[in-house]
């Protein structure tokens, strides 16, 4: 099991961007990654996700094209880069891991379980 901490939310303008990072206590190269976020009263819904070194990358239709995730081996931390922001990515976003000894990348939160604490990302209009 790996420890997981999200940072870099924060209050933006619609257009701007921010990079969220996911800062794990261990290595992740044995670790589907993923990011999904929830608004209140609404469900958490996949993001991005990354399967294992040199995997496979996926993004839900509604960021494909503007957010971008990444992967810092040394520094054992995952990366969601948020570029033109609109006010419907307003939520509190999520990093999750999952041990996996193949290239498994799951878009069901169920899926996976080892879960951060969460960041704030609010776009105004």
């Known amino acids: 099991q790996v420890q997981l901490v999200e940072s870099g939310g924060g209050l933006v303008q619609a257009g701007d961007s921010l990079r969220l990072s996911c800062a794990a206590s261990?290595?992740?190269?044995?670790?589907?990654m993923g990011w999904f976020r929830q608004a209140p009263g609404k469900e958490r819904v996949f993001v991005a996700g990354?399967?294992?070194?040199?995997?496979?990358?996926f993004y839900a239709d509604s960021v494909k094209g503007r957010f971008t995730i990444s992967r810092d081996s040394a520094l054992n931390t995952v990366y969601l880069q948020m570029d033109s922001l609109k006010p419907e990515d307003t939520a509190v976003y999520y990093c999750?891991?999952?041990?996996?000894?193949?290239?498994?990348?799951?878009?069901?939160?169920?899926?996976?379980?080892?879960w951060g604490q969460g960041t704030q990302v609010t776009v105004s209009s």
């Open positions: 990354r399967s294992r070194t040199a995997g496979i990358t």
């Open positions: 999750a891991a999952k041990r996996t000894l193949t290239l498994w990348l799951g878009v069901r939160s169920t899926e996976y379980d080892n």
């Open positions: 261990g290595s992740t190269s044995l670790y589907a």
